[in-house]
């Protein structure tokens, strides 16, 4: 299984972002798909995700600026990043529930590699 991350980047405070993340390899069932960050010398935090029936976790630090949207049939999960600001700048780590078969299914957490956000003042 491979979680693949794109959509890093500059961007001034004010901007936006989007990122992608998509999941590829012998997948049975994806419970949920959605993006952490974690910043130096700060513990990893939860932005978004979003589970297969569409509902959505939001943390309240991005709440009203940020979303997150799911394609599942290309194992894909896109969160969109508006009103960047400084302390939004972190490394983003796509994060997958999913199972890779076996009845019945046992959902595992899989991880794909951070893409760097830096927001610049």
């Known amino acids: 299984v491979q979680l693949q991350a794109s959509g890093g980047g500059l961007v001034q405070a004010g901007g936006s972002l989007r990122l992608s993340c998509a999941a590829s390899?012998?997948?049975?069932?994806?419970?949920?798909m959605g993006w952490y960050r974690q910043a130096p010398g700060k513990q990893r935090e939860l932005v978004a995700a979003v589970t297969g029936g569409g509902s959505t976790n939001i943390a309240d630090s991005v709440k009203g600026r940020f979303t997150i949207s799911r394609d599942n049939a290309k194992k894909t999960v896109y969160p969109q990043m508006n009103s960047l600001k400084p302390e939004d700048s972190a490394v983003y780590l796509c994060n997958a529930r999913l199972s890779t078969g076996g009845y019945p299914p046992t959902f595992s957490p899989y991880w794909g590699q951070g893409t760097l956000v830096t927001v610049s003042s």
């Open positions: 390899g012998t997948i049975f069932s994806i419970s949920s």
